[in-house]
């Protein structure tokens, strides 16, 4: 069912039930109006048929009179009148009276049957004499629907006509949700702007608003996507070329060359798989993918994590670690990127530093977030390479090797999880690298 026959069915359901009530409540009233009327009809015409009787001068017939007129006695038309004697004897009546008495129980209103016929008479005592006016019930029956039909006529039509202003209230109410239907159906596939719909009614700005930022969330998605499919073809392609050339070279070599060959291959696959593994962690930071959260880490436990990470790369021994924390601190971020994030700062000192020199690492606190400050004694960086570091591939010239994607990684998680990264010059040369991450609300409030 379409919206807007759901829409007609509820408002002219309720229209219905509102009219229906309404009109039964009003012609209900009106036909105890019109019973209440039509009896004091029949209650005056008795008075004033009996103040007539009292100013004839002379005297009634004894018996059966010759009837008289209705105009005669001042009757309004549909009604009879029945005077009788204290005995009982008809004395006037009206042509159209039946002869038998119309009423017997006394004076005041009552319904009696008369030769089959129903009556409605009033009866009052003036004097000597009864005085009844009445009239038919069928004859006030067919009054009374009468005059409801005519009063429910309008009801009936004013409701059929809110039905049809309805439909009609309805399709211009709903144009603006057609046109944004219309819109999105001509959209090309790929068009990802924003939707915008003239004279949009309040009640549907949350929802285009909610789909343009569904658009955009899309777009970001479909950017990270293509994104990641060129740096894993720009960072795949020279191992790739690297393996496959020296594994031809194995093949046409023997002996010593063809061991250093494969020697070679093996190093370009580990590099390959390396820039990999940092792609798809680069990759899931930067998107919406929720990481599991298997516990809180510590910073002592996330140190040592890392430490452990770096036993295959040369020269790991020359991490010397300082830490100021005196009590357990624990991260508020997922424990694989708090780990990957300090592995690969570690990764780049101990790879830009000179080999016999030391890497500092120092963990403490400051200002409510941990603070892991790795320093190394290399080159360091120029202010303008300090502002390029942070971005995706980018190396320094004077040191091969390495993906180009520690840094972005930091910056990704710090970015994700509110922490900081930042870079500048060490006092004794090289440099330092600041990583603020954000506490657990669970840790000790103490500050080491």
């Known amino acids: 069912m379409s919206l807007r026959k759901r829409l007609l069915l509820i408002l002219g359901g309720t229209f219905i039930v509102l009219w229906s009530l309404a009109a039964v409540w009003l012609l209900g009233d009106l036909r105890r109006e019109m019973t209440a009327a039509l009896d004091e009809r029949l209650a005056s015409s008795a008075h004033m048929v009996a103040g007539l009787l009292e100013q004839l001068s002379q005297p009634l017939p004894a018996l059966y009179a010759s009837p008289l007129s209705a105009s005669e006695l001042g009757l309004q038309g549909g009604?009879?009148?029945?005077?009788?004697?204290?005995?009982?004897?008809?004395?006037?009546?009206?042509?159209?009276?039946?002869?038998?008495?119309?009423?017997?129980?006394?004076?005041?209103?009552?319904?009696t049957t008369v030769n089959g016929e129903r009556w409605r008479s009033y009866t009052l005592q003036r004097q000597h004499l009864w005085v009844t006016t009445a009239d038919r019930l069928d004859e006030r029956s067919t009054l009374q629907s009468s005059i409801l039909i005519a009063a429910a006529l309008p009801v009936l039509l004013a409701l059929l006509g809110s039905l049809v202003l309805t439909w009609f209230g309805i399709g211009?109410?709903?144009?603006?949700?057609?046109?944004?239907?219309?819109?999105?159906a001509q959209r090309d596939a790929e068009d990802l702007q924003a939707v915008y719909v003239e004279h949009l009614p309040k009640d549907l700005q949350p929802l285009v608003s909610t789909l343009n930022q569904l658009f955009d969330r899309i777009a970001a998605a479909l950017v990270r996507e293509r994104r990641f499919t060129n740096d894993a073809a720009h960072e795949l392609r020279t191992p790739l070329t690297a393996v496959k050339t020296h594994l031809q070279i194995a093949q046409m070599s023997t002996g010593k060359v063809a061991e250093r060959a494969l020697l070679q291959a093996e190093t370009a696959v580990g590099r390959m798989q390396k820039s990999l593994e940092q792609l798809l962690l680069l990759a899931r930071v930067e998107s919406t993918q929720d990481f599991e959260v298997d516990g809180q880490i510590s910073a002592q436990n996330l140190a040592r994590h890392a430490l452990a990470d770096l036993i295959a790369v040369p020269g790991y021994q020359r991490i010397e670690v300082i830490n100021e924390l005196e009590d357990e601190v624990l991260v508020a971020v997922p424990e694989s990127l708090a780990v990957a994030s300090l592995r690969n700062l570690l990764d780049n000192a101990l790879r830009y530093s000179p080999a016999q020199s030391c890497v500092e690492l120092y963990i403490g606190r400051a200002d409510q977030q941990l603070l892991l400050r790795v320093r190394d004694s290399g080159p360091g960086l120029t202010d303008e390479d300090i502002q390029q570091a942070k971005q995706r591939f980018w190396r320094t010239s004077n040191k091969p090797g390495g993906s180009g994607l520690g840094l972005a990684i930091v910056q990704a998680v710090?970015?994700?999880?509110?922490?900081v990264l930042r870079l500048q010059a060490a006092p004794t040369g090289g440099l330092d690298a600041w990583l603020y991450l954000p506490i657990s609300k669970s840790s000790s409030t103490s500050t080491g």
């Not at 211009?172 to 999105?184: D, N």
């Not at 710090?414 to 922490?419: F, V």
């Open 79 to 111: 009604l009879v009148c029945q005077v009788r004697s204290l005995r009982g004897e008809v004395l006037v009546r009206t042509p159209n009276t039946p002869t038998a008495v119309l009423a017997e129980q006394g004076v005041g209103f009552h319904d």
């Open 414 to 419: 710090t970015e994700r999880y509110g922490g």
């Open 172 to 184: 211009r109410g709903l144009k603006p949700l057609k046109s944004l239907r219309e819109l999105l």
